[in-house]
Every structure is written in structure tokens, then in C-alpha cells.
């Protein structure tokens, strides 16, 4: 807490918008991650470049925290870190109100490079559940699809469902599940 204002800032923090559209808009050289919708409701995400040197610390391409109706599609992403990635909160604090990350429909996404392609976590105490992600492209990543979490995080994945994804050049395992110290 008290070196909070020394952290990496986000590039796009959204908090508790309502009828959200990025349409052909390029994210570059972030600090830490690039887009940070917090509790938005119908998100749309459409011809989208996010574009963060491999090395980059913390360099999410998007990271949708507890966001209801979110459509993100044909949008391309290069990473340092995890590239499209869902997330609910972290610890006992966040159970302590409502706000699964849910109805998320992701598709003709392409990711080039960065640790994770899809990936749930590590914040997720309040859950995350109907996500469907189809018809992507995740190349050279670490993992293709990750679902993480840390002890005392906690939170409820259900309904997810990844289909038709080409998964090239992946460095390590294409799916992986990690519960523990994140």
C-alpha cells in the first residue's frame, strides 16, 4: 500500500461503463496492461492491435475483470505477458459483493507471442463462467489456454467452452490448469 503510487499504470482503465465500443484502435508500449475493463457491462472489442514487446513485465493484452456481455473478435495481439484474459477479483475481500466475470463470446482473434493465448486467473474470487472463445489463432505463445488461480483467491469456473483454435509453435503445454502461488 503505501508504494501504490509507484506501480506501473494501466493504459485503458474502464470502470463500471455501460455500452462500451473499441473499434480500430492500436495499443502500444504499455507500462503494464494495455486494457482493464472493470465491472462494464456489453463490451465490444473489434479490430483491435495490442502490441507489447515480448519482455514486457505485465504486459496483458486486455484483462476483463468482472464484466457482463462482453464481445471481443478479429482483433490481433502481441504480448509480454497474457494476451486476452479474464479475471473477478482476488482474496476474501473480493467475495465480499457480486461480480463474476460472465457471458464473454470471444472469436477470430489472432495471438502472436506472450505467455498465455486465453487465459482465467489469477484474480477470479468472484468466478468466472459462460465464456465461449472459437476460430483463433495462438502462435508462439507459452501455453495456449491457461486457467490459474492462487490459494485464498478462490472462485467458481464454469460454462467455458474453447473450440476451433489453432494453437502454432506453442513453447510449453497448450492447456494447463496452475492452482497455487501465482
Not at 506501473?8 to 492500436?26: E, F, Q
Request: with cysteine.
Amino acid at each position: 500500500a503505501p508504494y501504490y503510487d509507484f506501480y506501473r499504470p494501466v493504459m485503458v482503465s474502464l470502470r463500471y461503463c455501460k455500452r462500451v465500443l473499441l473499434d480500430g484502435v492500436t495499443f502500444m508500449n504499455s507500462p503494464a496492461w494495455n486494457i482493464h475493463p472493470y465491472f462494464c457491462k456489453n463490451l465490444t472489442v473489434r479490430n483491435v492491435k495490442i502490441n507489447n514487446p515480448y519482455y514486457a513485465q505485465n504486459g496483458d493484452g486486455i484483462d476483463i475483470e468482472s464484466c457482463n456481455k462482453v464481445h471481443i473478435h478479429d482483433c490481433i495481439f502481441e504480448t509480454g505477458d497474457d494476451a486476452i484474459c479474464l479475471k473477478s477479483g482476488k482474496n476474501a475481500e473480493a467475495r465480499t459483493f457480486e461480480g463474476p466475470c460472465q457471458n464473454v463470446y470471444i472469436h477470430d482473434c489472432v495471438v502472436n507471442e506472450g505467455h498465455g493465448g486465453f487465459v482465467i486467473g489469477s484474480e477470479m474470487s468472484r468466478g468466472v463462467k459462460n465464456v465461449y472463445v472459437e476460430k483463433c489463432t495462438f502462435g508462439e505463445t507459452d501455453v495456449g489456454v491457461r486457467i490459474k488461480s492462487a490459494l485464498e483467491r478462490g472462485g467458481v469456473v464454469e460454462n467455458i467452452t474453447v473450440r476451433n483454435v489453432n494453437m502454432i509453435n506453442i513453447l510449453g503445454e497448450a492447456v494447463i490448469m496452475t492452482m497455487g502461488y501465482v
